[in-house]
């Protein structure tokens, strides 16, 4: 089946420090894969996607690429701030199918 | 920027008792969706609507949950008996069409506490 697996949080990182957020998956077909941020008290809100192999998400300074060959979507940034503490998601669909969450990471910036 | 919106934002309820969760999607949206998050889990789908048709609800337990979305607009979800183990983050969520490939844009959601 198709299922997505995330680092475990918390993270904590100081502020400007270099994020990553591995994201691994396991899918049937090809897949598009995506992150989605949920701040506190917020819903959940797409960050980036990238639909095809190589294809590389960026949003917000945040960037993933679809590694195909390591079947993985790692998120980074280069300098974290405090405003991009929340939890992340990785997720992905295959054609109609419906999303995959994973469990989400929760990520903590101090100042 | 138009908004899911959901209604309560909270709810507490005693177990065996009935609740209810509404939800308006964004406007001209025709996909919506149910999903239960619990605590430190992803979203899991609970139900799918077409317009007012459901396409899946393979999650969703039927003995005590059941979803309408009548005209094709907003939805209600409910529970009915609440058990201990329903407390969780009940999200909506809209997209414009029914690929899930499009973009999903998710209301702030409505806690449920089951006592």
């Known amino acids: 089946g198709n299922s997505v697996t995330q680092m475990e949080g918390p993270v904590t990182l100081s502020e400007e420090a270099f994020l990553t957020i591995n994201c691994t998956y396991t899918?049937?077909?090809?897949?598009?894969l995506f992150w989605y941020v949920q701040y506190p008290g917020e819903g959940l809100q797409l960050l980036l996607k990238?639909?095809?192999?190589?294809d590389k998400g960026s949003n917000k300074g945040f960037e993933a690429t679809y590694r195909k060959e390591t079947t993985s979507f790692h998120l980074e940034k280069g300098s974290v701030q405090v405003s991009d503490s929340a939890v992340y998601f990785c997720?992905?669909?295959?054609?109609?199918?419906?999303?995959?969450f994973g469990k989400g990471t929760r990520l903590h910036i101090l100042p | 920027e138009a908004e899911v919106a959901q209604s309560p934002r909270y709810k507490i309820t005693e177990k065996s008792q009935a609740v209810a969760f509404w939800c308006d999607p964004i406007?001209?949206?025709?996909?919506l969706y149910w999903y239960r998050q619990i605590l430190g889990q992803g979203p899991e789908l609970l139900v799918q609507?077409?317009?007012?048709?459901?396409?899946?609800d393979s999650q969703l337990p039927k003995d005590r949950f059941s979803a309408e979305r009548l005209k094709g607009v907003d939805s209600t979800l409910k529970i009915q008996p609440a058990e201990l183990g329903d407390s969780a983050m009940y999200l909506c969520?809209?997209?414009?069409?029914?690929?899930?490939?499009?973009?999903?844009?998710f209301g702030s959601g409505t806690q449920l506490s089951v006592l």
């Open positions: 969520a809209s997209s414009l069409y029914r690929d899930q490939g499009e973009k999903l844009f």
């Open positions: 899918a049937t077909g090809y897949p598009s």
């Open positions: 990238a639909t095809k192999a190589d």
């Open positions: 997720a992905l669909s295959v054609g109609d199918d419906k999303i995959i």
């Open positions: 406007s001209g949206h025709a996909t």
């Open positions: 609507f077409q317009d007012e048709s459901v396409v899946d």
